[in-house]
């Protein structure tokens, strides 16, 4: 089963700042936290990693916690494109596979 | 920019049959999967290989399917005896190893099974 909780559903205009939740408050010290998201039917696409700081790249930032019990994504300028179902996954380094949970559904809206 | 490739993009089959679903990873990956998604549901994994072998594989993942890389650059899926609950999309990812666990998925695969 999947680690996190997130809210199922979020909305945003378009050109405004998306910052979707996650709590993964059971995560332990090797685990990072992984963002992906799906839009429509497509395959899951890579989003942002991080295991403690705060990350930031082309797509989103992520706000890690000091506790690691909880992280923001942050997509600073949301787009219409960027509406799609948002995964924050907790993934071991022991293992491969991807845990997807249900996400969070953003709808970003003109 | 290199992607994941999956064909067909849409699989129509009669109960029991066997199917192949193909798959072309990005050239260097090292590691390659195999999820799939039933309609309305969560993302789910099947399993995943690496050096020629599977690594990790799932409950769902039983004696009715098999992965296998034939020529070094597919990688194929094949449900032996479809049954009415494995319609599903089937997406395939992979690897490099190199950036912890960057997954890139391909475009998937739907499966009907009537």
């Known amino acids: 089963d999947a680690k996190t909780t997130q809210p199922p559903s979020m909305d945003c205009a378009e050109g405004r700042a998306a910052n979707l939740p996650c709590n993964h408050s059971t995560i332990s010290g090797n685990e990072y936290v992984y963002w992906y998201r799906q839009i429509h039917s497509q395959g899951p696409q890579y989003i942002i990693h991080?295991?403690?700081n705060n990350e930031t790249n082309e797509m989103a930032s992520l706000i890690i916690t000091e506790d690691r019990k909880s992280s923001t994504l942050i997509l600073p300028h949301a787009t219409l494109r960027d509406t799609a179902v948002y995964y924050c996954?907790?993934?071991?380094?022991?293992?491969?596979?991807?845990?997807f949970g249900t996400g969070t559904r953003l709808l970003v809206s003109p | 920019e290199p992607e994941v490739t999956q064909t067909p993009s849409h699989q129509v089959t009669q109960m029991g049959q066997e199917v192949i679903l193909r798959c072309v990873p990005i050239s260097n990956h090292l590691y390659f999967y195999w999820y799939r998604q039933i309609l309305g549901q969560k993302v789910e994994f099947l399993v995943s290989?690496?050096?020629?072998?599977?690594?990790?594989k799932s409950e769902i993942f039983d004696d009715q399917f098999s992965v296998e890389r034939p020529d070094g650059s597919n990688f194929t899926l094949k449900i032996r005896s479809t049954k009415l609950e494995d319609s599903a999309m089937y997406f395939c990812a992979s690897g490099s190893g190199l950036s912890m666990n960057e997954q890139f998925f391909g475009p998937g695969t739907r499966l009907t099974v009537l």
């Open positions: 290989f690496y050096n020629n072998e599977i690594s990790e």
């Open positions: 996954i907790v993934w071991d380094t022991g293992f491969q596979k991807l845990v």
């Open positions: 991080g295991l403690k």
